[in-house]
């Protein structure tokens, strides 16, 4: 049986400016040898689920012949919602909705479910399990946060520096996604004013009042660290957290 840290973990994400329109996707992959690895692409017409379902394919390519269990996390219940049911019914109907017509983005689901199937098909059960995942969208999660950079910045036109490399020269946590009561007090802080937005750039910090301000200032760049604080206690506990000293 693999160890925990025998699991490759993926986060993906994608994003169109119009829906349709220009698009980008983004991907982080960790393989068990801790290397990471950060991928993404653009479409110059094209929508949200596209973009969403080529960050998945893209970073399932990557990982083809890799070993471990694949642990997909990602904020678009479409993405999940067909992975784990519809496209069993759509691949024994011929890839036809129940209404005969072709299922939307067929050329993309086809791909993508015979990337995940072609691991199921291993001889080592181990090889090929995948496990999908939701995590809420801005909500904190350094790995989904990094992955909607990248899309956004890719859809809008700008230069991105994807990061291949060890993990212990990544400046993302991919491997933190918060436990149970960090997660509620996400949700809670998600709807609350903010008091500002904190971000970490090329180890210099920054405070912004507005979401924009700083969004301008780490949009499109590896191994930034960002977050909304609540209140002058909030910031020092977030701060705190980064191992930064005020």
Known sequence: MLKAEDKIIIFTDGASKGNPGPGGFGAVIMIPDNKVTELGGFDKHTTNNRMELMGALKAFEKIKGEEGEVMVYTD?????????????????????????????????????????????????????????????????????????E????????????????????????????????????????????????????????HKDKTWAECEKRVKGKAGVRFKKAISEAHEHEILKGWGVNE
Not at 119 to 141: A, E, P, T
Not at 154 to 169: I, M, N, R, S
Not at 177 to 192: P, R, Y
Request: charged fraction near 25%; glycine fraction near 10%.
């Open 76 to 148: 678009s219940k479409y993405l999940i919602n067909g992975m784990t049911g519809w496209v069993f019914g759509w691949q024994k109907n011929g890839w036809k909705t129940k209404e005969k017509k072709d299922v939307s983005n067929k050329d993309l689901w086809e791909k993508l479910f015979e990337l995940v199937n072609g691991r199921k098909n291993s001889l080592n059960d181990s090889f090929g399990s995948v496990k999908w995942n939701y995590v809420g969208g801005h909500v904190g999660i350094a790995g989904n946060e990094r992955c909607d």
């Open 150 to 205: 990248i899309a956004d910045a890719l859809a809008t036109g700008q230069k991105v520096d994807f990061y291949t490399g060890p993990l212990e020269k990544y400046n993302i946590n991919v491997r933190d996604l918060g436990h149970d009561e960090a997660k509620k007090e996400i949700k809670s802080n998600k709807s609350a004013k903010a008091y500002s937005y904190l971000s970490l750039v090329n180890g210099v910090l």
